[in-house]
């Protein structure tokens, strides 16, 4: 885990002594497992709100399925393809970071991201043992961003900070523990912390 921090901190890691220095651009997946979790360990809090998303992936649709299942078991093996290269993805992070922000989006992401801390002091936050930081708030600000972008808008909305909501601000909470006896779920606390936003 010391190594996985110092990577997303630091841009680099050590190895015997030896700095070695990651390419840029780099970036870092982690994957959970809700099953086979014998042997591993939860990541802390602070290593956590390094990441920028958090995704759940289900299972997919039948289409997708049949793919999975005739694309890799025929004769022919599909070949990935370069969609992006790491200069053009560096052009596309600067570009995100240029696109302007209006005050209302500004003032609704340091609205949301506040309201779900524990002292918040409302019956939804008062769920929670603990809340996303600062980085919580930067990080939905750049993906709401690059959301924008991605649509082709120049200017994120209301409607990409509440889309982009549990993603970034999902792995940054902890439920208490009464509040997990009592069935509720981060989801449904993010959903209700949004609703006024809707």
């Not at 885990?1 to 651009?25: C, N, W, Y």
């Not at 990935?80 to 560096?90: D, H």
């Not at 509440?162 to 993010?190: D, Q, Y």
Request: cysteine-free; hydrophobic content about 45%.
């Amino acid at each position: 885990q010391s190594a996985l921090l110092q990577a997303m901190q630091e841009g680099f890691v050590t190895i015997a002594g030896q700095r070695h220095d990651l390419p840029k651009p780099f970036h870092v997946l982690a994957t959970q497992n809700p099953i086979e979790q014998e042997g591993t360990y939860p990541l802390p809090e602070a290593q956590l709100d390094r990441f920028l998303l958090q995704i759940d992936v289900n299972y997919p649709d039948r289409v997708a399925e049949r793919r999975m299942l005739l694309d890799p078991t025929g004769a022919e093996q599909a070949e990935p393809q370069t969609v992006l290269s790491a200069e053009g993805l560096v052009a596309a992070q600067r570009l995100v970071r240029r696109l302007p922000v209006g005050e209302q989006i500004v003032d609704a992401i340091l609205d949301l991201v506040r309201s779900a801390r524990p002292e918040a002091g409302t019956p939804l936050a008062e769920k929670l043992i603990w809340g996303p930081g600062p980085r919580a708030s930067q990080a939905l600000m750049l993906a709401a961003r690059a959301k924008a972008l991605l649509d082709g808008r120049l200017s994120p909305s209301l409607d990409d900070v509440i889309a982009l909501a549990e993603p970034v601000l999902k792995h940054r909470m902890a439920l208490s523990f009464a509040a997990r006896a009592e069935g509720e779920t981060l989801s449904n606390i993010i959903a209700g912390l949004t609703a006024k936003y809707r």
